[in-house]
């Protein structure tokens, strides 16, 4: 395989942050080179999950998600969707590519959507455990309500990590919303914090992401336990667990945007995109916790 030599005396991009202070990559477009990360992963044979919920309303974001994935997402190696619903009969028949798979999980609903987001935490926990141990290498676990607009692929790929919130990624620690309440397991003060990571995107090795999970569903049920519900639900408890587990690899925001947002010239791909909702028709959370609409959609 041909290619230009690294350059020791030139950074590959100078306007954003491409290295935590733990040494973890920050993964944005023109920082590496996909053809050497293919052959090394291909070497491996890696087999990549894909997770998503579908719930209730929820299922009619699949068959977008699915076929933009198939575009999109891990081009070339072997892939296998897990797709978790209360409603199997919903999910439509799909023609993958070759070496790709579909795997329907058959869950239970919940009445909130607090928990239809929360207990995803548990049930991908449950299932590493179970199936994906067996299975594939890497989990990547990521909302549904989103479609695939450019090509997402291993570079992505380390023993845990996390992505960068489209809408945090400029703030001060004291802007992040983490949770600020000290009874909570969740909570972080406000001199503590490195990012505020998405809890939308997430994965990593099966055993790591075993430990994540659990973690968050553990936490989850300890504030159960006392009455208390994190602010943001498992993005709270997800970024707790990230404060103190830091992740190996961070995903910038050309990994999870949202076209509501002003496209900043840093942002040079869109990867991975909110599908807008009709807030009304799928669902009335933000209107439920008194936020208005626009702070919702800042939020996550
Ligand atoms: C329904 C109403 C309000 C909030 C969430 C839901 C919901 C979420 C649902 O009814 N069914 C469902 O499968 N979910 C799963 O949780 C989806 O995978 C969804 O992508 C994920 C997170 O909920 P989102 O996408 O509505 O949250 P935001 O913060 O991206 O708007
Ligand atoms: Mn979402």
Redesign the pocket.
């Known amino acids: 395989m041909l290619y230009e030599k690294p350059n020791t005396m030139r950074p590959l991009r100078t306007d954003v942050l491409t290295m935590t202070p733990w040494f973890a990559p920050i993964v944005w477009n023109g920082t590496y080179n996909l053809d050497i990360l293919n052959a090394q992963f291909h070497q491996r044979e890696v087999r990549i999950g894909l997770t ?8 009619g ?1 699949v068959q977008t998600f699915i076929e933009s994935a198939e575009k999109f997402f891990m081009v070339g190696h072997k892939v296998t969707y897990y797709i ?2 209360d409603q199997a009969s919903d999910i439509p028949a799909f023609t993958l590519r070759d070496g790709r798979k579909l795997a329907i999980l058959e869950v239970p ?1 919940y009445q909130r ?2 928990d ?2 929360m207990r ?1 935490m548990e049930m991908i926990g449950d299932q590493s455990r179970l199936r994906f141990i067996h299975e594939v290498d890497y989990l990547v676990c ?5 479609r695939f607009s450019d090509e997402v692929g291993v570079e992505i790929l380390s023993d845990v990590f996390g992505t960068l919130h489209p809408g945090f990624y400029s703030a001060s620690r004291e802007q992040f919303t983490y949770e600020r309440r000290a009874q909570s397991t969740a909570y972080i003060p406000k001199d503590e914090g490195d990012f505020y990571y998405a ?2 995107y997430f994965g990593g090795t099966v055993e790591e992401v075993y430990r994540l999970t659990n973690f968050c569903h553990n936490a989850m049920v300890a504030d159960i336990e006392k009455q208390i519900e994190a602010i943001w639900h498992d ?1 709270s408890y997800l970024n707790k667990y990230f404060l103190y587990q830091k992740p190996t690899k961070i995903l910038s925001p050309e990994y999870l945007w949202d076209n509501d947002f002003e496209v900043p010239g840093f942002l040079k791909r869109r990867r991975f995109v ?1 599908v807008p ?1 009709n807030h009304n028709a ?4 933000r209107a439920l916790q008194g936020v208005s609409e626009a702070e ?1 959609k800042f ?2």
């Open positions: 998503v919920f579908a719930i209730k309303k929820y299922t974001f978790f619903t609903s959507w607090q239809v987001s995803r990521v909302d549904v309500d989103m809890g939308g993005e909110a909702k799928i669902r009335s959370r919702g939020h996550r």
